[in-house]
């Protein structure tokens, strides 16, 4: 099965499929063919038995018609057609012996003895008291031989359904036994088709997660083997090229700061005066260095916080936890930065157990819960509300604040940017915290978005629910 590719897998399923129904048809198809020439034979077989016993009867009138004419006129022309009509009378007795019908072979016999006794006693000159319980006698023969006929028929009518109900049964067996093999062959085609392209699947979610450390193997058909080869190497040539954005990123960051370093302290001396006293315009000069030194300090230190979120949020640590200690231990930390403002955080979660990365989805709710306290009106309400909805856990944040505005919702979470609207009380902040927020949420396997509302930001976090 090793060598077989995918094509030639679901060519043999088909065949098998195939092979089980076309089998059973052709079996019904001899079986039915088989019942029609019987069920014909025996027709045929009943009308030319129903036809020789109703000539014989009509021949047996002729013989008593003409043996009693022979005995009232005594006239050899009757004596002669007698003789014929016995003769024609013992033929059709042949025939009907000659049909091996069971029943009737001892009343035949019994027809040819009484038929050879009236021609004794015709050519003896008996009395016609001797010849007229001859003549009933073999017409309740007759009567007998007809009666016989159609218990014969009614037999072979009731064998052939016997027949025809136990080939029925025996084809319905036959039919349920080959649709269970196609099933059969057809749910094991399709587990060993399916399972390796779902293999695939979760390979290339993965490694759009940017997790590259688990190897991807893939079994069933050749050909998706070869491609489970070819996209681990491409897990290990992105893997490669991760570890080398990294380590250049960390190698610019370090050469920066360097410089950097060394630009701040002077501009620190040039600030206390060590080299000498500065005027209005000189220092004017040195205070906008100043600030643009610690701006870029600033980047530089949320570049590389954005880079250590990335790399992180390739390993999961997932555990049982409670939505509501996850978010109480939240606001606790921020609980310091939200008296501050005076403003008032509400919780709305179940008391219930979810499978989540608890370190970092207490990274996503801080940098959410942050920025809504930044953005809130003094003496205002965050609610964070978590519920459950088709195998997904929800976290919301909801805040009183200006809200962002219509052109950046589209780029808000992209690195560096803070969108027009201006918080209330002054901050700091680089603009990496929705950044780092969607790719943690992106290495659960979940999606965060931004809720369109007329006031305030409604942010919304959806996590899978791995229970």
Known sequence: M????????????????????GGVAIQSWLVVERLVNQSRNSSEQAILLTAAIQELGERTVDIERSARQYLVLDNPVFRQRFDEHLAQSLAVVDRLDGMAAEPLPPLLGGWRMVAEALRSGLEQNIPQAEIIPLLSRMAELNGLLKQAGQRWVEEQNRRTLDELEAARLKLGGRIGLALLGALLVALAMGWWLVRPVRHLEQAIVRLGASRFDAPITVGGP??????????????????????????????????????????????????????????????????????????????IESLLTLNAAAFDARRLQL??????????????????????????????????????????????????????????????????????????CRFECIDQGPGVAEEDRQRIFDPFVQGQRVAPAPRQGSGVGLSIVRELVRAMGGRVYLVPQESGAHFCVEIPDEQ
């Open 2 to 21: 090793n060598r077989i590719s995918f094509r030639q897998g679901m060519l043999l399923g088909f065949t098998l499929i195939v092979l089980l129904l």
């Open 222 to 299: 050749a050909d998706l083997r070869q491609l489970g080869k070819r996209l681990d190497w491409l897990r290990q040539r992105l893997a490669e090229l991760e570890a080398d954005r990294e380590r250049a990123l960390r190698h610019v960051s370090h050469e920066l700061k360097t410089p950097l370093t060394a630009l701040k302290e002077g501009v620190s001396l040039l600030r206390e005066e060590v080299p000498g006293p500065l005027d209005g315009a000189q220092r004017e000069v040195v205070d906008i260095l100043q600030h643009n030194v610690r701006v870029l300090q600033e980047q």
């Open 319 to 392: 555990a049982p936890i409670k939505p509501k200690k996850l978010l109480a231990g939240v606001v606790q930390r921020r609980e310091l930065h939200s008296q501050a403002r005076q403003l008032r955080v509400v919780v709305e979660a179940p008391d219930q157990m979810v499978m989540l990365d608890a370190e970092k989805m207490a990274v996503v709710l801080d940098n959410l819960l942050s920025n809504a306290i930044d953005f809130s009106p003094d003496g205002g309400e965050i609610r964070m509300v978590v519920s459950r909805i088709d195998g997904l």
